[in-house]
């Protein structure tokens, strides 16, 4: 079965940390992407690394980094934790070949900043 | 500008009824227009996806309906269950397949008993 990985369902932390949310992906997939989930306003792209060490900003990068020193592994950073950043983070890998390519998605990873 | 948009919000059918929900997109260069279904506590998946060269794409209950010069497309579940309740995102993306998807508000359903 395949699998994205993320390592929090829930996370609370305070304005001003720096956060870390990790991804791990078992497909051997090239492409990765971190989401943004918001009510109202489906889902955003925040990066997209389409190789190890290569990363491509999306609709919202502002407040956020990325990490990618593996290729199953893909980390979203918040460099100064806001409030406005709170919501549920989701991300994704898919193959870049193919007609029909698929994204799989992990199960989301809901922050609340305080 | 949100590219992608998608109507209603939120939707309620009777068991047995046809759900209907649908996306309307500006960039002529999507070619790739998958719908996902994501249940609470769950990231999305692929539900069933159509490119361009076809005007409708059929798996079981569920039907993609796509009119390429209205840029709209449209998802149709048929005899609509109660385990088919759940959130709908239309989306849209260029290139080969599931790339950078561009993603609609999202649709939640509910299917009454």
């Known amino acids: 079965d395949v699998k994205v990985t993320q390592s929090s369902r829930y996370l609370v932390k305070r304005t001003g940390e720096k956060v870390f949310l990790e991804c791990v992906q078992d497909?051997?997939?090239?492409?990765m992407f971190w989401y943004r989930q918001d009510p109202g306003l489906g889902l955003r792209l925040i990066y997209f690394?389409?190789?190890?060490?290569?990363?491509e900003k999306g609709d919202i990068p502002e407040g956020y980094s990325v990490s990618r020193e593996k290729k199953e592994r893909f980390s979203l950073i918040l460099e100064s934790a806001s409030t406005n950043q709170t919501s549920m983070y989701l991300c994704?890998?898919?193959?870049?070949?193919?007609?029909?390519?698929?994204?799989?998605f992990g199960q989301g990873t809901r922050l609340t900043v305080v | 500008q949100q590219q992608v948009k998608q109507s209603p919000q939120s939707l309620i059918v009777q068991k047995g009824g046809i759900s209907i929900i649908n996306c309307a997109y500006e960039?002529?260069?999507?070619?790739?227009f998958p719908w996902y279904q994501q249940f609470p506590g769950k990231g999305p998946a692929l539900l069933i996806a159509?490119?361009?060269?076809?005007s409708e794409k059929k798996e079981g209950r569920f039907t993609i309906s796509f009119n390429k010069s209205a840029k709209q497309f449209s998802l149709h579940i048929m005899d609509s269950q109660p385990g088919d309740s759940a959130t709908y995102f239309c989306?849209?993306?260029?290139?080969?397949?599931?790339?950078?998807?561009?993603f609609g508000q999202g649709t939640r359903l509910t299917i009454n008993p």
């Open positions: 497909m051997d997939h090239e492409n």
């Open positions: 960039n002529t260069a999507f070619d790739y």
């Open positions: 690394s389409y190789d190890v060490k290569m990363k």
């Open positions: 994704a890998s898919s193959s870049p070949g193919g007609v029909d390519t698929e994204a799989f």
């Open positions: 159509i490119r361009p060269d076809v």
């Open positions: 989306a849209a993306s260029k290139g080969q397949g599931a790339q950078k998807l561009v």
